[in-house]
């Protein structure tokens, strides 16, 4: 087959990928950002991001990615969005394909450093502004995850593999931004079958006894709704 | 700014955009297929596709293929998902940007054939195999659509502006592929706001007045859950 059968003087469109990984960290959601180090976004933060390389599939290239420029390996990403505004990259025309992550901070601790000058966890309600279109797929992904969290199990990456439902809720709290009523929040979440007791009880100081849960599931899931 | 900053070299990773266009005709979940004229999937069937200019956005490059390639127009396309898999394409290295819609089959008829031999509305469950990944595409937009019916109201597409909710379960039996229980559905899609009553009521030949619906919103929306 010739490759002249796609008319490939007819583009310029330079194809990337960018990894948004959240999570919880001091009663924050967070999102793992680096600090460019050189060219025209020198100094400022963005996702850690770079191209497709010729001979890899898009989530090969953002778990290729991730591992290179923040040290984070294993993690399951999803794919958030495709992002090809015109004007997104001073560069010249890109298109960059999103991923997202709500991972346990225990399991992503930025270990190399090699393409940035500085390496962070920041508050997604106190971020700076960020290189590209940056600061609008964070957007976009909080939104996503905020959603995420009423039809899927995307919390399982966040909790650990036992917990009570005072502390699910709690990180759903920080997630949505406002407070859940208690008793509204445990029916919904036990009405979706979304987590099932594991008849053990954690006891702990003055504070009553506590059922201790785990998902139903801890690989991603839509809940069944209908 | 350098252009050159942008290792350009790098690349030949061709963007495409692909639409996966659906409707519910005749009993039957069905997408808008085009028979391709010539190259080397002559004669294979596809969604209508592209590439994208250098001039437009994604969404813009979707829009523009689908009234070109299919006569379609004013729909709201959603993205779905980018394809970027290194055996794709025959011709070359690409990355499909996929959108998709549900749409009222009386929105969408097809007008002009300019750059296919054929176009057809197929039955999701008839189809046959496709060129490129386009059977992937589709797979991936029905799972999209059912999971979406759970916790959206992207039926609102499909349905007329008012409606029976004995018509809204027969649209979500067929795009599900089940049959549903109609009290727990009627609970369901009543506790998560997705329609509200208009206060008429339509009388039909032998059968028991009902009562007409409509969606609560007719533009994207996920269902509140939380």
């Known amino acids: 087959m010739k490759k002249t059968d796609m008319p490939q003087y007819f583009q310029s469109i330079l194809i990337a990928v960018d990894t948004a990984i959240f999570s919880v960290i001091d009663g924050a959601l967070r999102v793992l950002l680096i600090r460019i180090g050189s060219g025209p976004y020198k100094g400022k933060w963005a996702l850690p991001g770079g191209l497709v390389r010729p001979e890899e599939s898009l989530d090969q290239a953002a778990e290729r990615v991730l591992s290179e420029k923040a040290g984070v390996d294993d993690i399951y990403l999803e794919q958030l969005y495709a992002f ?33 000058s500085d390496i962070a966890w920041y508050d997604t309600a106190k971020l700076p502004k960020l290189a590209f279109d940056h600061t609008k797929i964070v957007s976009v992904g909080i939104d996503r995850l905020r959603n995420k969290l009423g039809y899927s199990n995307i919390a399982y990456g966040l909790l650990p593999k036992e917990f009570t439902l005072t502390e699910l809720q ?8 406002h407070e859940l009523d208690k008793r509204n929040f445990r029916k ?21 006894p506590a059922r201790l849960y785990s998902f139903s599931e801890r690989k991603p899931k839509i809940v069944d709704v209908l």
Chains 1, 2 share one sequence.
């Open 188 to 208: 919904k979440i036990l009405d979706i079958d979304l987590v099932k007791e594991t008849g053990k009880i954690r006891k702990s100081g003055q504070s009553r």
């Open 170 to 177: 709690t990180a759903y709290e920080i997630i949505l931004g």
């Open 84 to 116: 090809g505004g015109v004007d997104r990259d001073v560069r010249g025309r890109s298109v960059s394909v999103a991923y997202f992550a709500l991972v346990n901070s225990d399991r992503c601790l930025p270990a190399t450093i090699e393409y940035y």
